[in-house]
């Protein structure tokens, strides 16, 4: 009955994968599955949690989401400097991935306010998800990629949903936040659902981006440019540079 009630409404998660099947990537051996088992993981603990407040569902998820780039970017750097070898663009690529996280964090945290109970998780979380991840990318670098690729599937996903809510009226659809509006160049009478279309279409170029340097780690190169277009981004992240 709690279930009933908590549980995100799985019909329309099942409607939203079928929907979208090009951006599922299909996974192969061990390495993949354990991704991909890890990932279904999280999922169910957020939709547990979470259940429909895209809003708190979005901070939570974003002072995690903005780990991996600076972890994969901190270990590239220090193995090119190791071996004294070029980074192909990787480590800058992944600290803007993070960087763009931390711009969805700060965007959503104007539209929703975490409560005293999800800032005590936050902190945990941060802790051992780091941890976690930093020995994950020291083993396999390539099943840290596979696992943000996953991971980036489900926020296409949870950001369809989002939107969703808003088009149907349960969630406001309240003015952009200044913030985002600055970040993203959107016009001044931009709305939350203008944001979340584009948080998306960030989120969707993470994806494709990660699961290509899974990918090319396996030995089966991706055309970067082959990825979800990425939206346009202000050169200065603070509003008036
Ligand atoms: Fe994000
Ligand atoms: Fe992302």
């Known amino acids: 009955m709690v279930n009933s009630i908590l549980a995100p409404d799985s019909q329309a998660l099942e409607e939203e994968r079928k929907a979208e099947p090009a951006i599922h990537?299909?996974?192969?051996?061990?390495?993949?599955?354990?991704?991909?088992?890890?990932?279904?993981?999280?999922?169910?603990?957020?939709?547990?949690?979470?259940?429909?407040?895209?809003?708190?569902?979005?901070?939570?998820?974003e002072t995690v989401a903005a780990v991996p780039g600076m972890v994969g970017a901190t270990i590239q750097h220090l193995t090119c400097l190791r071996r004294m070898k070029d980074d192909d663009g990787w480590i800058r690529t992944l600290m803007e991935e993070a960087e763009n996280e931390r711009m969805h964090l700060m965007t959503f945290i104007e539209v929703a306010k975490p409560t005293y109970f999800e800032r005590l998780v936050i902190q945990l979380a941060q802790g051992i998800f780091y941890i976690i991840f930093f020995l994950l990318y020291l083993v396999s670098s390539r099943t840290a990629h596979r696992l943000v690729g996953y991971f980036e599937e489900e926020a296409v996903i949870s950001y369809t949903l989002y939107l969703k809510e808003i088009d149907e009226g349960r969630s406001p659809n309240v003015p952009?936040?200044?913030?985002?509006?600055?970040?993203w160049k959107l016009p001044a009478d931009a709305t939350l659902r203008d944001v979340v279309l584009v948080v998306r279409a960030d989120e969707a170029h993470h994806r494709d981006v990660n699961h290509g340097f899974a990918s090319s780690l396996g030995g089966t190169p991706v055309e970067r440019s082959a990825a979800s277009p990425y939206p346009p981004h202000a050169a200065e992240i603070r509003m008036g540079a």
């Open 176 to 183: 952009a936040p200044a913030i985002a509006i600055h970040y």
């Open 25 to 61: 990537h299909a996974p192969h051996g061990f390495s993949d599955r354990f991704a991909l088992g890890f990932t279904k993981l999280l999922r169910f603990s957020a939709d547990t949690f979470f259940a429909k407040r895209y809003g708190h569902r979005a901070i939570v998820l």
